[in-house]
């Protein structure tokens, strides 16, 4: 009884105990409950399908809303949201503490270092969209400008794989796609199921497309600061649960738009069992209904044997078509009214028995004869021929035979069908007339025309487009034409998009770019211009493309050469201009070394130094000349010359001391040209050079010359007449093919020291003589130049040259010029030769002291007048005057740099020499005698 009390007092205190402890659990339950772990999450404010904010009701939406706060019932949180523009925000948000979760990031190996993730709540493709009428783009390899969302897993992996495409940060989804459709981007790149979301809501589900399948997955996950561990293993506990429920499917099938699979095992059974219930009813029915329909169908085949016959006969007479039977020599034992109406017969009586031959066209008859005995032997087969009926009628006709067999199987007739074609052989000629008529249309054509239909594959070509492209009709027909009109750009080497595929797709009228090149059937190339247009039948539909180009290489060529002349005019603005200041003072350094040198013997230490100094300015002068040759004040002073003499002297001086020889082929009766002797002596000085570099270890220049008579457009630029062609071949590296267009551009070298002014210089100095230049070369196999120069036929010797000599004189001679370094050099240059000097720095002042001379009765012998003066009288103007106030005035002109052709033509302006800067004393002695002497 005591044990009894004892148990009972214990078990009352173990069940005041158990209930003490669960209303404290409870407490501590409710207290939790008051107060839960309060959590702040960062994700995208607009990602539709995934997380947004209700336009309507301003609360977050979408699956990663929603799981987030199923996790927070599971956990106790309490969520506070904070939306963000762009995932770069996102991950921001989370790393400066703003935010304790970022939600729906993508996990990744670089985010794995700045944060730490759940495991995957979710697994989403990444795909490419583009819009919907751009038939071109086939992934990422296709296309040069892609849009993603800033920040983005989908931007991070783009621009980190795929260096050659540009990628375009967005802040908005809205104007990603904004840009897509406007032609900013080529392509979007994001969450395939928020694109899809976003097009249906702004109904432009049918302006863009996806292309092929999703470029990667991603996992999506919760993101926390690395440091928060107890948080991040809160967070993964629940999502390691929450993802395997009923609830977080629910959730999936909501937002992803997918139900579970509909064929359960119980909805098979059920399935199969209703199956065997209808199959075991209708099995009964049908035995039935069998024995029911065999008894009606016994007693109505008696009567349908009756009607059979008149059945078919009925069915051969409503027939459209002649139906006939024949017998093995052609007599006609049958015919339905069709045929008799074909024939002219009033019934089957009036023909039948008779031989069908009298009717058929005398030329026709073997033909049918073969047939019917073809057909009597087990065969078949067709004719078409023509008939003339009894009336007199002619029509075209087209049969077809077969045996006709008895019940044993023999062979008893032929059964022919025949139709009456006659109008459409009428058509068929008409359209073959037509077509025949259309060929000698585009044979007559001076384009080239090719006809498509809506495959590409060629239909149609004229003999122009063969001639062109180097292929024959025959070739070309059901051929697509990419392989045969194959374009590319011509500057860049790239393929052109075909023409075709552009006016298919729009339906209007499409040219080529510029530049566009035709590879031929043979390799060679050529430019063309070209058309594309749709062709439609009479509903509009589009039937295919007829593609209309011509050869425009000659034009193509021309205007490259325009524009390389304008290009050198407008450098040679700047560069005169500079050369005329820069000869003014190699005038004074030149005149006044030439003057030191005359107070100095040879043996002199001093006389060595002022050589050296002497030939310094002659490499300044020449690289000033160079500049001149391009500058309009670069005129050439012509005169008659054998332009192999020229070539040789100076290809002979620039060989000194080198590995390399020249071979010459000169005809004997080679005519002469007009030129500049100096400037062209510098053409080919910088030719040998270019050569000599060309090929280091030596070799031969081949030159020859030959006369040549030009047709018209024969060669760009130049008139039809006589010229020299000068080839010029060496045996060196040669050049790359990428640049023979800029070797004569200024600057342009690919030497390592060089002024990039040689070939510039050859240009213009052949350009200035009315002259061609053009290169040829291949990697490897040297290079070549083509140089032609207008010629005379005289075959006179050309005039000497002046050698350097020095010739004292005496007499008054007037300096005119604006530079003093000038006036003082040229001064004291004259007065080492024997001459009286008066200066003047402008036209006014000249003509006022010459007028003054002759009044006093001292007149100027000669006077040196600058042709260019700054903000005074000119040379040009100032020798007018003087030639009023003396008819007999001995003008010299003198110039560094003119944009007028004076300097080549000062007799027709009323100067009696000219001399160009800089000079030397040499050149004034010369220069002054002549004229004194004239």
């Not at 069908?417 to 025949?436: G, H, L, N, P, S």
């Not at 002024?755 to 291949?778: A, C, E």
Request: charged share 25%; net charge negative.
């Amino acid at each position: 009884m005591k044990k009894k009390r004892l148990l009972a007092k214990l078990s009352l205190t173990a069940f005041l105990l158990s209930f003490l402890a669960l209303s404290l659990a409870d407490a501590q339950a409710a207290a939790d409950t008051d107060n839960p772990t309060r959590i702040t999450v960062a994700t995208l404010e607009h990602a539709p399908v995934f997380s947004y904010v209700d336009k309507q009701t301003g609360i977050p939406s979408g699956f990663v809303i929603e799981v987030m706060d199923k996790i927070a019932d599971r956990g106790g949180f309490s969520v506070t949201y904070k939306f963000k523009n762009n995932w770069a925000d996102v991950l921001s948000a989370l790393q400066s503490g703003e935010a304790d979760v970022a939600l729906g990031v993508a996990i990744t190996e670089d985010r794995k270092g700045t944060c730490a993730f759940t495991r995957p709540i979710d697994t989403i493709p990444v795909s490419l969209f583009v819009r919907a009428n751009d038939n071109s783009a086939t992934g990422l390899s296709s296309i040069s400008r892609v849009g993603a969302m800033k920040g983005s897993i989908t931007w991070e992996i783009i621009k980190h794989n795929y260096p050659k495409v540009i990628v375009e940060a967005y802040e908005s989804y809205s104007d990603g796609l904004f840009d897509l459709l406007s032609g900013h981007i080529d392509a979007f790149s994001s969450l395939t199921p928020t694109i899809m979301q976003l097009s249906r809501e702004a109904g432009i589900e049918d302006k863009i497309k996806l292309v092929g399948k999703p470029l990667f997955e991603v996992k999506i996950a919760l993101a926390v600061q690395a440091s928060n561990a107890n948080l991040l293993s809160q967070l993964d506990n629940i999502i390691g649960e929450f993802v395997h429920t009923a609830e977080y499917k629910h959730l999936y099938n909501k937002w992803h738009f997918s139900t579970g699979p509909y064929w359960t095992v119980k909805r098979i059974l059920i399935t199969a069992a209703v199956f065997a219930v209808i199959i075991i009813v209708i099995m009964i029915g049908w035995r039935h209904y069998s024995i029911v329909s065999l008894n009606k169908s016994l007693l109505e085949t008696k009567e349908k044997l009756k009607q059979s016959e008149l059945f078919s006969k009925t069915i051969i007479e409503s027939e459209p078509e002649c139906v006939k039977l024949l017998d093995a020599e052609g007599n006609l034992i049958m015919m339905n009214r069709a045929g008799l109406d074909m024939i002219e017969a009033e019934s089957l009586e009036q023909v039948k028995g008779q031989c069908v031959c009298p009717l058929i066209v005398p030329e026709y008859w073997d033909y049918f004869m073969k047939l019917t005995k073809k057909v009597f032997n087990g065969g078949s087969g067709s004719l078409t021929f023509e008939m003339i009926g009894l009336k007199g009628r002619r029509l075209c006709l087209e049969t077809h035979a077969v045996p006709f067999l008895n019940e044993k199987g023999e062979i008893t007739a032929l059964l022919g069908i025949t139709r009456d074609i006659t109008e459409k052989k009428k058509a068929e000629d008409a359209i073959a007339t037509e077509k025949e008529r259309l060929a000698v249309t585009l044979r007559s054509i001076g384009d080239a025309v090719i006809v498509t239909d809506t495959d590409g594959v060629i239909t149609l070509m004229n003999r122009v487009a063969e001639g062109l492209t180097g292929w024959t009709t025959d070739e070309c027909l059901g051929k697509p034409l990419s392989e045969v009109f194959n374009i590319i750009d011509d500057t860049t080497r790239d393929r052109c998009e075909s023409p075709v595929h552009k006016a298919l797709s729009t339906g209007l009228v499409v040219g080529l770019a510029n530049h566009t090149a035709l590879i031929r059937k043979d390799g060679s190339e050529i430019i063309i211009a070209d058309s594309a247009a749709a062709i439609r039948d009479k509903e509009s539909k589009i039937i295919g493309v007829v593609l209309v180009f011509r050869d425009i290489t000659a034009q193509y060529k021309t205007e490259a050469e325009l524009q390389k002349m304008q290009k050198l005019e407008s450098l040679g603005l700047l560069a005169g201009g500079l050369a005329h200041d820069f000869n003014n003072l190699l005038t004074g350094i030149m005149g006044n070394v030439g003057l030191a040198k005359m107070q100095f013997d040879k043996g002199h230490k001093a006389f060595d130094y002022l050589v050296k100094a002497e030939a310094a300015t002659e490499r300044a002068a020449s690289l000033t000349q160079q500049l001149l040759t391009f500058a309009k004040g670069g005129e050439p002073i012509k005169r008659k010359a054998s332009i192999a003499n020229i070539v040789k002297e100076s290809v002979e001086f620039a060989l000194h001391g080198s590995n390399v020889r020249c071979e010459y082929m000169v005809p004997a009766d080679l005519w002469n040209t007009e030129v500049d002797v100096g400037q062209m002596a510098q053409v080919f000085n910088n030719l040998i050079i270019n050569a000599i570099h060309a090929m280091p270890n030596g070799g031969i220049v081949h030159i020859s010359f030959d006369n040549i008579l030009l047709a018209e457009n024969q060669v760009p630029t130049l008139p039809c007449g006589d010229y020299v062609q000068i080839e010029f071949r060496d045996e060196g590296t040669g050049i790359a093919v990428e640049h023979l267009s800029k070797i004569f551009d200024p600057y342009f070298t690919t030497k390592k020291q060089g002024s990039g002014l040689g070939l510039t210089t050859i240009f213009s100095i052949i350009n200035r003589h009315g002259g061609y230049i053009t290169v040829k070369s291949k990697i490897g196999q040297g290079t070549t130049f083509y140089i032609y120069l207008p010629a005379t036929r005289d075959l006179s010797p050309d005039e000497c040259r002046k050698k350097d000599y020095v010739s004292l004189g005496h007499g008054r001679i007037l300096v005119m010029d604006d530079e003093s370094i000038v006036r003082d050099t040229a001064g004291e240059m004259l007065t080492a030769l024997g001459y009286e000097i008066e200066f003047a720095n402008d036209g006014g002042k000249a003509i006022e002291l010459y007028a003054k001379a002759i009044r006093e009765k001292q007149p100027f012998d000669a006077v040196m007048m600058d042709l260019t003066i700054p903000g005074g009288m000119s040379g040009k103007d100032a020798v007018k005057k003087l030639l009023e106030i003396d008819a007999a005035a001995k003008v010299i002109v003198s110039s560094g740099y003119s944009t007028d052709p004076i300097m080549s033509n000062y007799k027709e302006y009323g100067f009696k020499g000219v001399i160009t800067k800089p000079y030397n004393i040499s050149q004034v002695s010369q220069t002054i005698s002549k004229v004194l002497a004239s």
